[in-house]
């Protein structure tokens, strides 16, 4: 099994920064891209960000510019800096890894931004 934890969410103002961090342990072997979705309230899971083992990045239009992930790769670990943060970026926040063929995810964590 995989396991993901996640860390670094809570509650900034508008405008503010948040790290948030993912270390994926257990059976990873075979681990390959890595991303971070968000789910606000009410609304569908959306991708965020994405990383391959490779370090190639993609990114959702409403976060470009704003938003860096990455990894490394020796830890197993998958990072997103938010920056100019906007309430609209309220969200839980999952961590996302493939694993061979299989999909495993985080727990999530509470992002709160306040206006």
């Known amino acids: 099994q995989v396991q993901l934890v996640e860390s670094g969410g809570g509650l900034v103002q508008g405008g503010g920064s948040l790290r948030l961090s993912c270390e994926a342990s257990?059976?990873?072997?075979?681990?390959?891209?890595m991303a971070w979705y968000r789910q606000a309230p009410g609304k569908q899971r959306e991708l965020v960000a994405t990383?391959?083992?490779?370090?190639?990045?993609n990114y959702a239009d409403s976060v470009k510019g704003r938003f860096t992930i990455s990894r490394d790769n020796a830890k197993n670990t998958v990072s997103l800096q938010m920056n100019s943060l906007k309430p609209e970026d309220t969200a839980v926040y999952y961590c996302?890894?493939?694993?061979?063929?299989?999909?495993?995810w985080g727990q999530g964590t509470q992002v709160t931004v306040s206006s």
């Open positions: 996302y890894a493939r694993v061979f063929r299989s999909d495993y």
């Open positions: 257990g059976r990873i072997f075979g681990l390959n891209d």
């Open positions: 990383i391959t083992s490779g370090g190639k990045t």
